[in-house]
């Protein structure tokens, strides 16, 4: 009898992955049933598509289904250990249930995991990928968020793991900290420096921003509507060169300059009110400026990856890896290293990376086959393709027919 893990990611990039045993058989990002870029939404119908393979789940898993960003005054919060499940329960996941539910669909066994967002990420790289073995590197804006007492708020940013088909080992962690959530009590040094020491492996912890929340800053500022016009500010800055705009890090570092991007995620035009109103040209010069700072920062961390643990392979996962002009320079400054790019490397892959975990977790001696293609889904014959498209013309023939 076969044995179904169904994943749900239910934050901005949703998405559902299903597996039979260790194959992947149905993911699908909720934008494509929505027309809604980078959408929360998860519906009915959405869920309905696993009921075409399977009225029982042995293990559901929900991730980014939290009700208040980890918030130690929420009811659901049991815990705040790094890398350990907070919550218990989640006002989003007993909803999830219930479509579950209304779709005839019975779980056998709920688990709500808020607390492995990298993790996820490198999950869906490294066992899609046939490697043996890799480091990998996971960088986006901001990953799983940490509320500590005293109103110490910590996200991941960055983060390096080695993984065999056997382990799972976390290396380092960059952890973005936000000093307006302090509640007027400052860095207060004692208090981080106690909850650095309770990461089990090497942190930074730092209120400068990383280079996904620098590339997210810029982007908005130069007049993009979102962090998720990012692949358009890449264009951008094909169209730019050296100049004498401030610069965005300290000196010969990776460290964001403090001078040009406040900790709230904005340019400070306070210190640079020349960049309130920035010509089309500065705007180039500007993206030209962070995609360099980005291409530093990636080669700085393959290496600072490899001193930790050597390794001919390389999986690169998290927002930041869609930067292809990024991906093409590690690949040419490291030759020799077999790169493989997390498949749907935004958000939307976090479903995908839950399932294989826990399944990984629940099946130690699994070892998944190589990913493919990214049609994960029900196949179709060139005559049911066929038919579809005629039923289409005939409908769009008859003007009656037509959806309003």
Request: overall charge neutral; proline content about 3%; glycine content about 6%.
């Amino acid at each position: 009898m076969s044995y179904y893990t169904l994943a749900i990611s239910s934050n901005h990039d949703s998405s559902i992955c299903l597996l039979e045993d260790s194959k992947i058989v149905y993911m699908t990002p909720c934008e494509r049933s929505h027309r809604e870029k980078h959408t929360a939404k998860i519906s009915l119908s959405d869920i309905k598509r696993i009921a075409e393979y399977t009225s029982t789940i042995d293990l559901l898993v929900g991730v980014n289904v939290w009700d208040d960003i980890n918030n130690i005054r929420s009811p659901a919060f049991t815990g705040r250990v790094p890398q350990v499940n907070g919550f218990k329960r989640s006002e989003r996941m007993e909803h999830l249930k219930q479509l579950l539910q209304e779709a005839q669909i019975n779980c056998k066994r709920t688990v709500i995991d808020n607390s492995q967002h990298h993790l996820n990420h490198a999950a869906a790289g490294f066992y899609c990928s046939g490697f043996e073995d890799a480091l990998c590197l996971i960088i986006d804006g901001v990953g799983t968020t940490w509320m500590w007492d005293r109103g110490v708020v910590l996200s991941e940013t960055t983060s390096i793991f080695h993984m065999t088909n056997h382990s799972v080992d976390t290396l380092y962690k960059h952890l973005f900290f936000r000093s307006a959530a302090t509640s007027g009590f400052g860095w207060d040094l004692f208090a981080l420096e106690r909850i650095q020491k309770t990461y089990p492996y090497k942190t930074d912890i730092s209120s400068h921003l990383d280079i996904g929340k620098m590339y997210g800053t810029i982007t908005r500022h130069i007049g993009f509507q979102s962090s998720h016009n990012a692949g358009k500010l890449m264009g951008l800055s094909a169209y730019g060169g050296p100049n004498d705009l401030p610069p965005l890090l300290v000196g010969d570092t990776i460290i964001s300059d403090a001078n040009f991007f406040k900790n709230d995620s904005q340019i400070d035009t306070f210190m640079y009110p020349e960049l309130n109103s920035l010509s089309e040209k500065q705007k180039q010069n500007l993206a030209y400026n962070v995609q360099k700072a980005l291409e530093k920062v990636f080669v700085t961390r393959v290496k600072q990856a490899l001193d930790m643990r050597p390794s001919n392979n390389l999986i690169l996962g998290g927002g930041c890896a869609l930067n292809i002009l990024g991906n093409s320079l590690i690949k040419k400054t490291f030759p020799n290293l077999n790169i493989y790019v997390e498949p749907i490397a935004a958000d939307s892959s976090q479903s995908l990376g839950a399932a294989l975990y826990y399944y990984k977790r629940q099946f130690p001696e699994t070892k998944f086959s190589k990913l493919k293609n990214l049609y994960l889904g029900p196949e179709y014959s060139t005559m049911d393709i066929k038919d579809k498209l005629l039923k289409l013309v005939e409908q769009y023939n008859n003007e009656s027919n037509l959806p309003v």
